[in-house]
C-alpha cells in the first residue's frame, strides 16, 4: 500500500509562485511515474504534468514554460514548482503514483489564485 501527502497549496496573487509537495509512503518510488493533476470547480480532472523514473517530463499546454516537475527518489518526494500563476490555475491539486498494474492518488491540495 502507498499513501501519499500532497502540501504546499494556499492563496497567492496572480503572478506570485507555490511549490507543491507529494510525499509517498512504500518503497515503490523510484520505479513509478509521478504525477500532478488538477480539478477545477465544474471541470474535470486534468493532467498537468508527469515525470518518469528516468526523469524524463511531460506538461499539458496550459503550463508549459510556467510549472516545472522534479522529484527527489532519495526522499520519496514529487515536487510542483509553479510560477507565475494565473488566476486559471485555481483548483484541487492531486498527486498521483503509477506504474505497472498500480495507481494511487493523495487527497490533494487547494491552489487558489486571487487578488
Known amino acids: 500500500q502507498v499513501q501519499l501527502v500532497e502540501s504546499g497549496g494556499g492563496l497567492v496573487q496572480p503572478g506570485g509562485s507555490l511549490r507543491l509537495t507529494c510525499a509517498a509512503s512504500?518503497?515503490?518510488?523510484?520505479?513509478?511515474?509521478m504525477a500532478w493533476y488538477r480539478q477545477a470547480p465544474g471541470n474535470s480532472r486534468e493532467l498537468i504534468a508527469y515525470?518518469?523514473?528516468?526523469?524524463?517530463?511531460n506538461y499539458a499546454d496550459s503550463v508549459k514554460g510556467r510549472f516545472t516537475i522534479s522529484r527527489d527518489n532519495a526522499k520519496n518526494t514529487v515536487y510542483l514548482q509553479m510560477n507565475p500563476l494565473e488566476p486559471e490555475d485555481t483548483a484541487v491539486y492531486y498527486c498521483?503514483?503509477?506504474?505497472?498494474?498500480?495507481?494511487?492518488w493523495g487527497p490533494g491540495t487547494q491552489v487558489t489564485v486571487s487578488s
Open positions: 498521483k503514483i503509477s506504474g505497472g498494474t498500480y495507481a494511487y
Open positions: 512504500g518503497s515503490i518510488f523510484s520505479v513509478a511515474t
Open positions: 515525470i518518469t523514473s528516468g526523469g524524463g517530463t
